[in-house]
């Protein structure tokens, strides 16, 4: 049954991905070169720092790059859940589809890992894979660990995480998920975001509240927000924002400040071929 709020498309793609968990897992032990996979919290470690050396490959220190018979797409599937079935294995919990409007992660699978009869707080393993931009190892491991005492979590989440949970957050992307106050500071967590607002700018995609944003910098609160936008490019973003991410290892810009963004960074093909693909 659909949820409510939430699209049929979306529920019809959240179907698709919890029937393909097992197919996706065995694609993932293929890859690690594991008869299994398992959840152990070192192959929590494991895993992560793979898929860190892998969306980082760009970076000359990481040496040469890797081969991995996946496209970018399947291969973040594969990491998702892998990560969700890691936090149930762990700590209970079950697949949800995001039904919260305004969250980041509207209509994206997540593991509601406390009250199946409610929303909050629940993971998110698209979260969880941005979040490896921070360079912290055992980011995933902490976050097991955390929800394996729910006591502590409620506790020491309590009314802020709930606040934080239904703030306006960015539909597509927000700088705050990067920034760890070391070696991703403001400017690093934020330069990709305002990169794409100026090209909304430039195409006449954001509304006036959008444009705004351009007249800041380094704000944390910065976002691609569904209200900021033009409804018109809501569906190229749907569509196209994460792939854009992933394609063009934007990840990138955040972790060296010394890179520059050429042209409009593939931007400009995705919104021809999104527009091809309206006809």
Known sequence: MKKKGVSKEAQKKYDEFINEIPALLAALAGILRRDAMDFSLETVDAVENF?????SQKKKIFGKRLKIDADPERLRKMICAFIGEAMIQNAGGRWVLNDIEGDPTFETPVVDYINPDDPL????????????VRKEPGIWRSVIEYAMNPDVLINNLGAKYIK????????????????????IDENAASRHIYFVLRWLHEKGLLKKSGSEWL???SDLDVGIYRDDVKK???AFLDGYYRRWYEENFIINFQIDPDMEFQGSEGLDELWEEFQRNKK
Do not use: M, V
């Open 51 to 55: 898929y860190r050396d892998y969306i």
């Open 215 to 217: 007249e800041t910098e």
């Open 232 to 234: 018109e490019a809501h």
């Open 121 to 132: 707080p629940c993971l998110s393993p698209q979260e969880q894979i941005d979040r490896l």
């Open 164 to 183: 934080s949970k239904h703030k306006k957050n960015g539909n597509w992307d927000r700088a705050e998920l990067y920034f760890d106050g070391a070696e």
